[in-house]
């Protein structure tokens, strides 16, 4: 697959030791702070007002799960999962979704005609035809399941639905915001970590990041360069794993990072990225920043930040000491994910009350804005939100430019949306560092239970999806005929790309 024409120089130390300078720098550009003064899309009539989850969603929660349902039905949608025809299979675990029935609606055909008398049987079941609303939003993006007389009859990580709007646009009668689909064409890809330094290699905000392993004798020499400093701590990532998977952090002079290193040569391709060694700490403990952007257009680019986001914390007071790093690493003291965090061997930790954080480890964005109101003289709440402004900028235009070269420009005006989660760092200084960035970035109701007690965190988290779901919609428009209790638009940022004309 084809993304930006980029190629990566080889690393020099004198090169490096200049961009360390620089990344070490916050810089902000003049970057308005704008809200948006209306919604994206025109309102739909409330009476075609029709959203469709997964065909097996509420048999297993295999997209956005309950909490989508309940928030369109508050909204004054009808609800339906049966975009096409789906069924699970309890005992493997497995979805399969019949996707003729989907394209065939698109075309305003039956399936008998579109794929033949044959091709309309899959599995000993006989395609229906399924009449086509005026209006339809479809909530479906990449989900794992199985397509009949596909791969091997297996199932996998799909965005069958996408691909078919994309190639059936043609077919769609009326204004193109008729028909909305919440999801671009190939944004998993276009944001594997390998992918995104090698677009944002120069980025100030990037941290200094080597990919293994067409790089490790470049990265071997450079570690050996730095010494015992702050900047030679180093934290390894798989290109595309989530939830904290496959993560370490070791310091620059350990000897199993430098064989980590040579050993790369027979592993996939990860990223071995300078680890923020001075992150800001909350009560002792570190966190990142989870902030929603939704990109409504790709051509011409339109995007937005929501303000009010999660911050997410580890859950072991912060240190450097070897005793927590490389083969001895320990998750709970560097890495916020729950799922590392929320184990056994650290359940009295997670659910321990810590300070300003509490049980669990969950606050929301506004509550660390006025924790460093109260506790940083030289804390700027305008300055914070242009960096973060910045990146959003940034990765915008990277995904955008990404979406309409692997699409041929095929991808409609009005058609599409999307919601990822950027994963975003605070240093000592208040620089913002991007981690990372994530589709499908988990939107929905969060376990009532962890590790067999009350989730401490339940509320918190429960609340700030359902915000950010109603936040979005109200984003769009769609239902704006609709009387709405929740959502607003003003707490949402609009990106500037007027100087991208």
Not at 36 to 52: H, I, M, Q, S
Not at 110 to 125: R, T
Not at 331 to 337: A, C, E, L, S
Request: with cysteine; proline share 6%.
């Amino acid at each position: 697959m084809t993304l930006l024409p980029l190629r990566r120089k080889k690393a020099s130390c004198d090169r490096i030791t200049s961009a360390d300078c620089k990344r070490r720098r916050v810089e902000v550009a003049d970057i308005p702070l704008r809200r948006p003064t209306e919604p994206v899309g025109e309102a739909w009539p409330v009476r075609d007002l029709r959203a469709f989850d997964a065909p097996t969603e509420g048999a297993t929660e295999i997209n956005y799960g309950p909490m989508l349902k309940d928030v369109l039905k508050a909204r004054g949608w009808i609800y339906s999962n049966k975009p096409c025809h789906g069924v699970y299979d309890e005992e493997k675990d497995k979805s399969t979704f019949y996707v003729r029935e989907f394209e065939a609606s698109l075309r305003g055909d039956s399936p008998q005609k579109v794929f033949g008398k044959k091709g309309a049987v899959q599995d000993g079941y006989h395609l229906q035809a399924l009449q086509l609303p005026r209006h339809a939003l479809w909530m479906l993006g990449r989900m794992p399941y199985r397509v009949p007389g596909t791969w091997n009859d297996q199932g996998r990580e799909r965005e069958d639905f996408v691909k078919i709007v994309v190639d059936n646009s043609e077919h769609l009668a009326g204004k193109a915001g008729n028909y909305r689909i919440a999801k671009f064409p190939g944004t998993e890809t276009i944001l594997f970590k390998t992918h995104l330094t090698e677009a944002f290699v120069h980025k100030s905000w990037y941290p200094r990041t080597f990919m293994l392993p067409m790089e490790n004798q470049s990265f071997l020499q450079y570690i050996k360069s730095k010494g015992r400093t702050h900047k030679n701590f180093w934290i390894g990532k798989p290109r595309n794993e989530y939830g904290g998977k496959g993560i370490c952090v070791w310091s620059g002079n350990d000897p199993d990072l430098a064989k980590t290193a040579r050993n790369s040569e027979k592993s996939s391709r990860s990223i071995m990225q300078n680890y923020i060694a001075d992150p800001l700490l909350v009560g002792g403990y570190k966190f990142h920043m989870r902030i929603h952007l939704v990109i409504t257009n790709v051509d011409p680019l339109e995007a937005y930040v929501q303000e009010n986001g999660q911050c997410l914390f580890a859950t072991k007071p912060y240190s450097l000491s070897s005793k927590y790093l490389g083969t001895n690493f320990d998750p709970p003291v560097h890495v916020t994910n729950m799922g590392l965090n929320a184990t056994p061997d650290n359940k009295d930790n997670f659910l321990k009350k810590k300070p300003v954080i509490g049980k669990g480890q969950q606050i929301r964005m506004r509550q660390l804005v006025n924790y460093l109101k109260k506790t940083r003289p030289d804390f700027d709440k305008q300055h914070l939100w242009r960096q973060i402004l910045g990146i959003a900028t940034d990765t915008s235009r990277y995904i955008a430019h990404s979406v309409r070269q692997q699409s041929k420009s095929k991808v409609v005006k009005d058609r599409h949306f999307e919601i990822f989660g950027m994963d975003l760092m605070l240093d000592r200084h208040l620089k913002v560092w991007m981690c990372e960035v994530n589709t499908d970035p988990g939107l929905g109701y969060p376990a009532q239970e962890v590790l067999g007690s009350p989730n401490p965190d339940y509320r918190r988290e429960q609340q700030a999806c359902e915000d950010t779901l109603h936040d979005m919609f109200t984003l769009l428009g769609l239902d704006a005929g609709h009387w709405q209790p929740q959502g607003s638009l003003k707490h949402w940022f609009k990106l500037d790309f007027s100087k991208d004309d």
